[in-house]
């Protein structure tokens, strides 16, 4: 999928997002770094992914499963969802 950004974190969420409109059940996403997780989370909400996404930080630390996330912490995503834009532009 073409990428016009050079940022490692916008790379990382193109590639899930590709990922997720290619049907990948599930999309693990090796990762310790919280605007990532901020992206993937908006865009899980906005994209309506099916896919189970996991992202991954490191062996020693808890696997984060965004679908549970979302749906935990979903009332929050409405006010993440604009900084997200910005990053993606």
């Not at 059940?25 to 309506?48: R, S």
């Amino acid at each position: 999928m073409p990428n016009k950004h050079e940022e490692a974190d916008v790379i990382t969420v193109n590639q899930v997002v590709h990922a997720a409109r290619q049907a990948c059940n599930i999309i693990h996403v090796v990762c310790d770094d919280t605007d990532v997780f901020v992206l993937l989370v908006h865009f899980y909400n906005a994209l309506n992914i099916a896919s189970e996404l996991l992202m991954v930080p490191s062996p020693e630390r808890n696997v984060t499963n965004i679908g549970a996330t979302m749906s935990k912490h979903g009332d929050i995503v409405q006010h993440i969802s604009p900084l997200s834009r910005l990053y993606m532009h």
